[in-house]
């Protein structure tokens, strides 16, 4: 009935975010940074075993919220944790978790990203999620991982909406194969380069002479800059931009989640990460004081798990030589910066709290730009 009821509100209130069925993903424009091809989703789920789900709260004309969930693998990921790594573009914001995750190197929950007020339900609803695993009966101390921007421009974010139900529908729909994009889920209120921001997702695989690894991010963007797509100026061809007149210099942050099934420890992913940052730099973002941007990075590779109590009292893992990263940084940077412009090109208008509005990138006005710098389909 609960569920009934969720999936009822959605339906009555979609309207306000607009159609997104007709918006292309980068690819169909053309647009396809750097030099190495797309898994087969082009997405974070072409990393085996990784899943996204989303739960989107669209209610009256104040609440434009939700939540995103990525789940590493399929078993108990507290009795087999994952290495990770987390990478501070600049700190502003509430990433829940992060210094246990640097400290021991190991993600033990699945990542849930929301809303900057909401991320303390969120935390608890991991927990939960936690203690309800078989096998986890004695647990008594779990280190949950929430990300956030806030979305309190489109989104009435003093109301908290969102409640431990809701993160848990994001948890349960959690799912392999194509990962809806734009205005849903965590990024359902939020605003990128002044206009619609969301979700985003790209993935690079590398050939088999590099290792056949596949590298997979997932974006929440809500941040300012100057935007720029493939090289192009679109932000300032397009008249609009951070310091100008009319727009804001963003300050609600991006969130990046790197998985890649690469045998990587958390030393490595921490060097993985960082790179992700620089393809969001190539989007012509500008980190500005307000931006809290974070990247939490994983390796799904069953050779680098980490059992919560080992039979042996020492363990070894089999990781990449150091020298065999630099395909890696390459296929991250470019992955981040598609997801970037998938996040954009995906979402619709939406119009939410106090009557602010976000617009949708406008594809006609960005093709033409792209045309007059040499970019973009011919057949566009």
């Keep these: 009935m609960r569920r009934l009821c969720l999936t009822a509100l959605l339906l009555v209130s979609l309207p306000a975010l607009g159609d997104e069925t007709a918006r292309p993903r980068a690819r169909a424009l053309g647009i396809a940074p750097g030099v190495f091809a797309p898994g087969p989703l082009n997405a974070i789920t072409d990393v085996e075993g990784v899943r996204v789900g989303h739960f989107t709260l669209v209610e009256g004309e104040r609440i434009r919220t939700g939540a995103t969930a990525i789940v590493p693998h399929g078993g108990n990921l507290f009795q ?75 989104n009435d974010i003093r109301r908290r909406p969102l409640t431990r139900e809701h993160f848990r529908e994001a948890l349960r729909v959690a799912a392999a194969g194509p990962v809806e994009e734009g205005s849903v889920g965590a990024g359902t209120g939020t605003v990128a380069f002044g206009w619609k921001g969301g979700i985003g997702t790209a993935s690079r695989r590398l050939p088999v002479s590099r290792g056949s690894y596949t590298v997979g991010v997932l974006v929440q963007t809500n941040f300012g800059g100057i935007l720029t797509i493939d090289g192009v100026p679109v932000g300032r061809e397009l008249g609009r931009y951070a310091f100008q007149e009319v727009v804001e210099p963003g300050s609600g942050s991006c969130l990046m989640v790197v998985a890649t099934d690469a045998p990587l420890d958390a030393r490595q992913l921490r060097r993985l990460a960082w790179r992700a940052l620089a393809g969001m730099a190539r989007t012509g973002a500008s980190f500005s004081h307000g931006s809290g941007d974070y990247v939490i990075a994983f390796s ?27 395909p890696l940084f390459q296929a991250v940077a470019e992955a981040a910066e598609e997801a970037i412009y998938n996040s954009l090109l995906r979402a619709s208008t939406v119009r939410g709290h106090q009557g602010h509005e976000a617009q949708a990138l406008p594809l006609n006005e960005l093709l033409r730009v792209l045309k007059k710098y040499g970019r973009g389909s011919s057949d566009n």
Excluded: M
């Design 300 to 326: 799904t590779n069953e050779s680098v798990r980490i059992l919560h109590e080992g039979p042996l009292p020492t363990t070894q893992l089999t990781v990449l030589t150091d020298s065999q990263l630099s």
């Design 80 to 154: 087999q944790k994952v290495p990770a790594a987390v990478v501070v573009g600049n700190g502003f914001g509430k990433l829940v978790g992060s210094t246990q995750v640097n400290e021991l190197g190991q993600l033990e929950t699945p990542i849930l990203l929301t809303n900057t007020l909401n991320v303390w339900e969120a935390a608890a609803t991991l927990v939960d999620y936690t203690f309800a695993q078989p096998g986890n009966e004695e647990v008594r101390s779990v280190n949950p991982v929430v990300g956030e921007t806030n979305d309190g421009f489109l």
